[in-house]
């Protein structure tokens, strides 16, 4: 089946790396998303991932601890530079061409963020792993990825959960929540379903980007939203 889209970005969160654990990376779970990755990127699909940090380091987390906000912002910047680089690793073990690209400049670690660049690198065929978030504090990933997904002219932002779409309440704790197959953008924003910061979402409706929200634990779960199947909400 044709996929849906040409060009995407997929949000992957520091907590889909950690698998069961509670910090750090699950090697088992990364290998399993980097085989879906590879899975879409043999569909033909260009990728560009923007990776979170929260399973080492988030900025809420030490400014609680005394550190100053900004500071502890740019820890948890660090952090997702670390789990990019994890993926890469993983990713290039498996045969795919990848590029890390920080929006913060490292350059004896990884490439800076250029947008013509990583334009450049997915119409090569690589796959592009954005890290840093957006440089700045205060963000999200998600924000960032809302971000990267307009400027690079990705066709959809795939966000993966730990479930297969947007309920009314949390279906693990509540039996009677009510799955959303589609909604707008609005009705996340004043009927305040977590699934992403405000800001993310304002951005991908400003900048007319569908919102997939589906399950990263499904086996084949980003081939099959890719191609429409399964299980997942739309946001548009
Ligand atoms: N962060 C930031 N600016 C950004 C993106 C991230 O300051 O543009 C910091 C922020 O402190 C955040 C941390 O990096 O808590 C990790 O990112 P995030 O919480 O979005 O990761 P995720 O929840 O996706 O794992």
């Given at each position: 089946m044709k996929p849906l889209y040409k060009r995407i970005l997929l949000k992957l969160s520091?907590?889909?790396?950690?698998?069961?654990?509670?910090?750090?990376l699950d090697s088992s779970?990364?290998?399993?998303?980097?085989?879906?990755?590879?899975?879409?990127h043999t569909l033909g699909i260009e990728q560009a991932l923007v990776v979170g940090g929260g399973n080492i380091f988030r900025g809420l987390q030490g400014e609680a601890q005394g550190i100053e906000r900004t500071t502890s912002d740019h820890m948890g910047m660090l952090a997702t530079v670390?789990?990019?680089?994890?993926?890469q690793s993983r990713l290039e073990h498996m045969g795919l061409e990848t590029r890390v690209m920080s929006a913060i400049p490292m350059h004896s670690i990884c490439e800076p963020y250029i947008r013509r660049r990583?334009?450049?690198?997915?119409?090569?065929?690589?796959?592009?792993?954005?890290?840093?978030?957006?440089?700045?504090?205060?963000?999200?990933t998600d924000s960032a990825a809302a971000l990267r997904a307009s400027e690079l002219n990705c066709q959809v932002l795939m966000k993966g959960t730990k479930v297969d779409g947007i309920y009314?309440?949390?279906?693990?704790?509540?039996?009677?929540?009510?799955?959303?197959?589609?909604?707008s953008y609005q009705q996340v924003l004043t009927?305040?379903?977590?699934?992403?910061?405000?800001a993310a979402i304002a951005l991908a409706r400003e900048s007319q980007i569908p919102i997939m929200?589906?399950?990263?634990?499904?086996?084949?779960?980003?081939?099959?939203a890719l191609q429409g199947k399964g299980?997942?909400?739309?946001?548009?």
């Open positions: 520091g907590e889909a790396l950690m698998g069961t654990q509670s910090y750090g779970t990364m290998d399993r998303i980097c085989k879906e990755i590879k899975e879409a670390m789990n990019a680089l994890a993926l990583a334009v450049h690198h997915m119409e090569k065929g690589r796959i592009v792993i954005c890290a840093a978030g957006s440089g700045s504090p205060y963000f999200t009314s309440a949390d279906p693990l704790k509540d039996k009677d929540a009510v799955f959303y197959p589609e909604l009927e305040n379903l977590r699934v992403m910061d405000t929200v589906f399950s990263i634990l499904n086996p084949h779960g980003i081939r099959d299980r997942f909400t739309i946001i548009q």
